[in-house]
């Protein structure tokens, strides 16, 4: 007999130890399997091995209720399916709930871009502003659409895994997978000039193995460079809520649009599935189609 969030214990445990998931991914299924534990709480059975099909089917009800999104619904479907198939490896239960639930159907969207205009801008120095601060994210920018990586690939970059001799980041990405993504010439140049006249004003001395840092002299959180990059976004007059991943869109949208293949982008943005990368076609079936509709005699 098990309580659930003991299950749960072990089964956060296994996710570190075990399959060695990254911490984002960690947190993820600690934050939808804890709301699943606090529903239970208030009207389900404490101990696992009680928990039925009719207690989940009340869980995404509630959920459905509250607002939350069928994407958000979707994940936690995924991660609750999880958890139940290790506490059955482990003979916590004898099946799982999970079993005969479908997670709620969701829509692909497609994913929102920047146009090239918008980036130039975005990337464009402030003018007058020169500070320590305004160079480093200034090169974290330039960075981030030279590569198209992850937020927290960008902020967690040590300084080993940049090569500006060659051009390139090392990034140790999503399951442990190491990729290379090239960067260019200019890129280079702003990230050199904030390693020249910022970092040593920010760091004062102190030792870091991050590229980019605090003014704590620590690596800088996902959520502050969220905050940088909006707060960048209005003062070059982006009338959109651009994201560190906007930018991982644009990227890849802007270099299908250019001639890119799809295996060479995939290989750039860490996909596992080239399936996932194919969403960007139709980011630019759709410039074609209003490109045809603008100039074609019959469009």
């Given at each position: ?11 956060l ?9 990254a911490?984002?991914t ?6 939808d ?5 606090n ?13 039925e ?14 607002g939350i ?7 936690r ?10 506490a059955g ?16 159907k969701?829509?692909?969207?497609l994913p ?5 205009k918008?980036v130039?801008a975005?990337?464009a ?18 960075l ?5 990586i ?9 300084v ?23 960067f ?5 140049e702003?990230?050199?000039?904030y390693?020249q006249?910022a970092?040593?004003?920010?760091l ?16 800088l ?8 990059i909006r707060?960048?976004a209005?003062?070059?007059g982006?009338?959109?809520?651009v994201?560190p991943?906007?930018m991982?869109?644009s ?7 250019g001639g890119?293949?799809?295996?060479s982008v995939?290989?750039m ?21 209003s ?9």
């Amino acid at each position: 007999m098990s309580d659930f969030l003991s299950s749960l214990d072990l089964f956060l445990q296994h996710l570190i130890v075990e399959r060695r998931l990254a911490d984002n991914t960690i947190e993820s299924y600690h934050s939808d399997l804890s709301f699943f534990s606090n529903f239970l709480q208030k009207t389900g059975p404490k101990n696992i091995s009680a928990i039925e099909p009719a207690h989940v089917q009340a869980f995404l009800a509630d959920c459905h209720h509250r607002g939350i999104s069928a994407r958000s619904n979707s994940r936690r479907v995924a991660a609750l399916r999880a958890f139940f198939s290790f506490a059955g490896s482990r003979n916590l239960v004898q099946g799982n709930p999970l079993a005969h639930i479908n997670a709620p159907k969701i829509g692909r969207t497609l994913p929102r871009a920047l146009s090239i205009k918008e980036v130039d801008a975005l990337l464009a120095l402030p003018s007058g502003k020169t500070g320590p601060l305004v160079l480093r994210n200034h090169a974290m920018l330039h960075l981030l659409y030279a590569t198209g990586i992850r937020v927290s690939e960008l902020v967690m970059l040590p300084v080993t895994g940049c090569n500006l001799t060659s051009c390139h980041v090392r990034i140790l990405g999503k399951g442990g997978k190491e990729r290379m993504v090239p960067f260019n010439e200019t890129t280079r140049e702003t990230i050199e000039d904030y390693l020249q006249r910022a970092k040593p004003l920010i760091l004062r001395g102190r030792p870091c193995p991050f590229l980019f840092v605090s003014n704590r002299g620590k690596e800088l959180s996902r959520s502050r460079f969220w905050q940088i990059i909006r707060e960048r976004a209005t003062a070059a007059g982006i009338n959109k809520k651009v994201s560190p991943h906007m930018m991982r869109h644009s990227f890849a949208t802007h270099l299908l649009a250019g001639g890119a293949d799809l295996r060479s982008v995939q290989m750039m943005l860490g996909h596992s599935d080239i399936s996932t990368t194919q969403i960007y076609t139709h980011v630019d079936a759709t410039r074609l189609k209003s490109i045809h509709q603008r100039f074609h005699p019959r469009g």
